[in-house]
């Protein structure tokens, strides 16, 4: 007995230093931390509905685990921007911790009901699935008006095209965040790509079809960094999603010595509204099936190669920080 309660009161106050060590280890990174200039406010404007942007978000959302949090901030950007009309949620597998019920509790929890959302893919052999046949209706439903956020790997929209032959006529732009155009390396390592990759030879099909595509690489994101301080300017984001974020912003911190992550997901998702904070940059790109294991896209001179909108980065950084932090600042609960 006098065993198990020594062992109990070890764990316990291990636990307890663990803690411990997080809180000093947090407080010292929050110090640390670069503070963004500016404060936003809520604004409450309006957008006629003829006005608005008809968008599908495709992602492969883990917030709600303890690893990436950047499709579930494009959710929540959504879910408030006044421009956009968000016809729905499709999911896809992609991040290592991808569950389709982390979308699903992140509709609970702002008591949304109404929302069409749909699990498609999750691997890459899957065929037809319940995402691919929304993505299709709805853009054989509204042809040449809506715009795909592919914030995951894009076997969903790949498969939509099997669903119904005039897709990428129909679909009025394909907006991905993927693929590298030189190895990227992020703090103290060099990381893998994992979009395009992971579902190449979707890729191969989106990139050769006829559909106008805007990518958003690697590189481009880097310019979106999303640092400790950056939690305090998200005054009215419900706790545990601003918990998640700073957890995941403490395993960029031990896992590559950043004191940030990388907003990736949004750049392709305020593109779609303001493409005016970027500069387009439309290129060849070489993307054979081997480029696109490795998610290479190579710029090439070979006019038979696809022609793709590749903007090198954010042009108007502090517009898009502000038109972020307004959005999420107006999240419900
Ligand atoms: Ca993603």
Not at 110 to 131: C, H, N
Request: one cysteine or more; hydrophobic letters at 40%; a negative charge.
């Amino acid at each position: 007995m006098r065993l198990i309660r020594k062992l109990i009161r070890g764990i316990l106050s291990l636990i307890v230093t663990v803690i411990i060590l997080f809180v000093i280890f947090a407080a010292f990174m929050v110090t640390r931390s670069p503070e963004r200039p500016g404060q936003y406010k809520v604004d409450d404007y309006e957008v006629k509905d003829e006005f608005k942007q008809k968008v599908i978000l495709d992602c492969d959302n883990s917030m709600g685990s303890f690893w990436e949090v950047d499709d579930g901030l494009v959710l929540s950007y959504l879910l408030n921007k006044p421009e956009a009309d968000l016809l729905g949620v499709t999911t896809t597998f992609g991040n290592r911790t991808y569950k389709h019920k982390y979308t699903v509790n992140m509709l609970e929890q702002l008591e949304i009901t109404d929302l069409p959302l749909f699990e498609g893919k999750r691997q890459p052999s899957d065929g037809t699935t319940d995402a691919a046949r929304f993505i299709a209706d709805q853009v054989a439903k509204y042809p040449g008006e809506v715009v795909i956020i592919a914030a995951g790997p894009v076997g969903n929209i790949a498969a939509a095209a099997k669903v119904d032959s005039d897709f990428y006529q129909n679909v009025k732009e394909i907006v991905i965040m993927g693929g590298y155009t030189e190895d990227l390396s992020l703090g103290s390592r060099e990381i893998e790509e994992l979009n395009l990759s992971a579902d190449y030879k979707a890729t191969y099909e989106v990139l050769h079809s006829s559909a106008k595509v805007t990518i958003m690489t690697g590189q481009a994101c880097l310019d979106a960094p999303f640092y400790y301080n950056d939690l305090r300017k998200l005054e009215n984001y419900p706790m545990n999603w601003k918990f998640f974020m700073f957890f995941w912003t403490c395993i960029q911190t031990v896992g590559l010595g950043n004191d940030y992550f990388v907003l990736w997901d949004l750049l392709p998702t305020v593109y779609v509204f303001h493409p005016e904070y970027f500069e387009e940059n439309l290129v060849y790109v070489g993307a054979t099936y081997d480029d696109l294991k490795e998610g290479m896209l190579k710029i090439t001179d070979d006019e038979s190669a696809p022609l793709i909108n590749l903007p090198k980065g954010i042009a108007d950084t502090d517009s898009f920080f502000e038109d972020l932090f307004v959005q999420w600042n107006k999240t419900l609960k």
